[in-house]
């Protein structure tokens, strides 16, 4: 049966709590792009941090169902916990290509991109936690999402130089290959972050 007894606000803790699940595994995989030696203990930890990422949202997927009221409208918890849990897993897709394609050498550009994801793991713990009171909080909340896209472009920027030197001609084919879907991996992981900050916007003119 559905419970009516309250608004259930906690949600804002499960998505908070996955905001800090992502940004430690934001700090894992640039542990990871910097010293590729601790890889497999890295690997390990992020598989975890995954799985731990994902009992919390099928949790909230879990509540949703069977809770009537809720702050904001169930579509808007379950695109969010949803897009949350797909940042995540780019990053254990990222890891999981240095571990399969044998990595033995890092490249600088990784190491730039994981610093803009740091931060974007940084904003987006700030965005959940601001979240709760919407009203309150609606211009920092569209002013840090907004931060989050201009961080998006600067991984784009970062992504693009690094691959017009990967077709320079004078790399090697399967380095070429591996990290070009590396790179595309990482990528994706701030795709993914400013699609999310894409929604809290949405949410956040919805609910002010």
Known sequence: MFNISNKHEEFFDYLKENAENFRRGALIAQEAMTDISKLPQHLDDIVQLEHKSDEINQNIIHQLSVIFITPIDREDFYRLTCHLEECIDCLQGALMRLNMYHIDHLIPSTAKIMEQIVTMSDELTVLFTLLKNIDRNEAELMARADHLSQLES????????????????????FDVIRWKDILGTLEETADKV???????????????
């Open 154 to 173: 600067e991984v784009d920027q970062i992504y693009r130089k690094e691959i017009s030197e990967l077709f320079d001609g004078k790399k090697d084919l």
């Open 194 to 208: 400013e699609e999310l900050s894409n929604i809290i916007k949405e949410v956040t003119m919805k609910y002010a």
